[in-house]
């Protein structure tokens, strides 16, 4: 069974770059979250999208943006990247059911 | 403030036994609750969920207990089985949303010795 495609799957950025992670949920999914699990900690809700609208929005800061496309497909827009946005970053997606997970983008700054 | 809790970090249990997973929550508002387990390198996967109208939902042998008076849920795997090491993830959400925005605990890392 498809699952949910994030890319890319490991990311190195230095301070102050920006970074664009992309999610592609599983068919016929209409919802997609993104997720932020910082090193030993649980996954933290950032922000989720319903029919290309944003339907919540968690603890994300005011210099990440993210959207879902037309396809589907989000992207999530990290900019003035601090030391301490290094985490991995879960995408999900769902439809009336419980959250799929990706296999998350392993970003470090540096 | 962690409004779910997993107060053990890690657990080891022998290959046959019975493994316990346990999970407080602090927000009575919680309807929704699941159990995710994660292996390393992968994304969460769903286990079973509970909502807040039962005390026991089973699947195979994985059975979730909720105790709403207590805000206490465990999850039990009967026989656990090497395959089962893995970090497993309480979460708490409300049900008018599918569970879709959810609430984790910080993860017990459950071992499973042959």
């Known amino acids: 069974a498809a699952g949910v495609i994030q890319s890319p799957r490991h990311l190195i950025k230095e301070k102050r770059e920006t970074a664009t992670l992309k999610c592609y949920p599983i068919p016929r999914h209409d919802t997609v979250y993104w997720y932020q699990q910082g090193p030993g900690q649980d996954p933290q809700f950032l922000i989720s999208?319903?029919?290309?609208?944003?339907?919540d929005k968690g603890s994300i800061p005011d210099r990440f943006s993210a959207q879902q496309f037309s396809d589907y497909h989000s992207e999530l827009n990290m900019s003035s990247l601090e030391l301490g946005d290094s985490a991995l970053y879960f995408c999900?997606?769902?439809?009336?059911?419980?959250?799929?997970f990706g296999n998350g983008t392993r970003l470090t700054v540096t | 403030d962690q409004q779910v809790k997993q107060n053990s970090p890690s657990l080891s249990v022998q290959e046959g036994r019975i493994s316990i997973l346990n999970c407080d929550y602090t927000?009575?508002?919680?309807?929704?609750f699941l159990w995710y387990k994660k292996y390393p390198a992968e994304g969460p996967t769903f286990l079973i969920s509970?909502?807040?109208?039962?005390d026991k939902n089973e699947d195979g042998r994985f059975t979730v207990f909720l105790n709403k008076s207590a805000k206490h849920l465990s999850l039990h795997i009967v026989p656990s089985q090497p395959g089962d090491s893995a970090v497993y993830f309480c979460a708490a959400s409300y049900l008018y949303n599918q569970g879709g925005k959810l609430i984790f605990g910080q993860g017990t890392e459950l071992s499973v010795k042959p």
């Open positions: 509970i909502s807040s109208i039962k």
């Open positions: 927000n009575s508002m919680f309807d929704y």
């Open positions: 999208f319903y029919e290309k609208m944003q339907s």
């Open positions: 999900a997606s769902s439809s009336d059911s419980p959250l799929h």
